[in-house]
């Protein structure tokens, strides 16, 4: 396909990145299983160390079936390049990399994925690096929160496990003032649902995991650059601005412009970090993306229509889905995601967390499992679970408390499923 920004997302999803395969004309992109690619001489060989040219090394540094799918989610997504890898926790770690270093800090939302809160509160002090913890609804206390070692701001565009949605523009005008990168978790919206980049994002991650691949197959992450950041007009990133040792002094930004953040997070951090994303993962995930659209309509419409008639149920207490117009984050639906609020939810049972274990046992169309994004049904107690390892504030803050039941709404029949919930509210209240 030829580059035409005009083309709608429908056929994006479907083309973007991907051509006949030049050796075969294979219409659909061939899985290349392999480690190496020869080199047409040794000259060629040195170009492409050297990263004077651009081309195929070490599957561990790129690899034709992931650089499809890199190029499928930055058109997506409105970026200029992405880099994939192997989580989407390994995204977070990829995303932050070339910004931070010991002693520098990031300023992150209460409002995270339960891995993440964990990922940042405790297991980054290991490389020197600090989170800083933010109601990102108090816009002064996310500004006071910024210092002089600060390298990034980070939160999720809707908040898994759902029913918060940031602000994004206020957000990334906090952050373009400050002169730093804002990096948003896209994870539970999708670029269907929201284009981060749109609202000033420098930077969007993904957990491939969930519903870009979108059947439970799959773990990957993906980082996707915008190109917009100025990573030269200050000294804050000396990784993309000052010359590189292990290139010869070659600098980043001023070789590779908008596409600096890409070229250093396959040049440097897959070739050092080595958090890669395999061929056949990647193959998973783009057929996946192909229905991501049609997949995403369908998970807002049942979440939509399971969310109204649990919110009236006598066995619940409330259920926090931003599409509702009880949600306090009601008015942010056509602003940040005008094609609806997601397919994930919680619900809150009168029962307390005795009642939550019953419930989640009795379900028999959806599953117990830690995850969400699937076209199945899934659901997590996280207070016992996913988000186990947090304190009782954190699970709070998190919208995981002890009588929350986290439901990701599948492309199933909704009647079904609400039949489903009906036996098991029913049992759970007994
Ligand atoms: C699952 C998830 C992650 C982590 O992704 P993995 O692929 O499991 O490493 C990060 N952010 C959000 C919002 C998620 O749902």
Redesign the pocket.
Known sequence: MTDGPSYGFDTLQIHAGARPDPATGARQTPIYQTTAYVFRDAEHAAALFNLQEVGYIYSRLTNPTVAVLQERVATLEGGVGAVCC???????IMALFPLMSPGRNVVVSTR??G??VTQFSQTIKRFGWNATFVDFDDLDAVKAAIDDDTRAVFC?SI??PGGYITDLKAIAGIADGAGIPLIV?N??ATPYLCRPIEHGATLV??????YLTGNGTV???VVVDSGTFDWSASDRFPSLSAPEPAYHGLKFHETFGPLAFTFHGIAIGLRDLGMTLNPQAAHYTLMGIETLSLRMQRHVENAQTIANWLEGHEAVETVTYAGLASSPYNSRVAEICPKGAGGLFTVSLKGGYESCIKFVDALEIFSHVA???DTRSLVIHSASTTHRQLTPEQQEAAGAAPNVVRISIGIEDADDLIADLDQALRKAAS
Request: net charge negative.
């Open positions: 192997s989580s989407g926790h390994a995204a977070q995270l994925y891995g993440t999720e908040a898994n978790d994870t539970s991650v993904h957990s491939l995991t969930k773990t990957g992450g995850n969400l994004g």
